[in-house]
């Protein structure tokens, strides 16, 4: 069974920096294909970026390029979403999700999920 577990969300001002972090536990993370979700109250669940095993490949959604940076250490089993110049409208929960298969942007093609952690960003 497939375990994972965000950490890193809280409270920070706009313009601020957050970094998030997702560590997979009962398999190796090199195993998967990551991305990261949120969403927000009343709205569905969005992309935000996703990267494939061997990190060679990395996807963004237009409203966080340049902003936000993901990143894989496979020996850590730990992906991180670090986000900077946080704006009012990136206040979610975010999720992380695990693929077997190759990496995606839609949310129903991800195998597992983490619990959420909350980002709330003031202006």
């Known amino acids: 069974q497939v375990q994972l577990v965000e950490s890193g969300g809280g409270l920070v001002q706009a313009g601020g920096s957050l970094r998030l972090s997702c560590t997979t536990s009962g398999r190796t993370q090199g195993s998967y294909a990551m991305g990261w979700f949120r969403q927000a109250p009343g709205k569905e669940r969005e992309f935000v970026a996703a990267?494939?095993?061997?990190?060679?490949?990395?996807s963004y959604d237009d409203s966080v390029k340049g902003r936000f940076t993901i990143a894989r250490a496979n020996a850590k089993n730990t992906v991180f979403l670090q986000m900077n110049s946080l704006k009012p409208e990136d206040t979610a929960v975010y999720y992380c999700?695990?693929?077997?298969?190759?990496?995606?942007?839609?949310?129903?093609?991800?195998?597992?999920w983490g619990q959420g952690t909350q980002v709330t960003v003031s202006s």
């Open positions: 990267i494939s095993r061997s990190g060679g490949w990395i």
């Open positions: 999700a695990a693929r077997v298969s190759g990496v995606a942007v839609t949310s129903t093609a991800y195998d597992y």
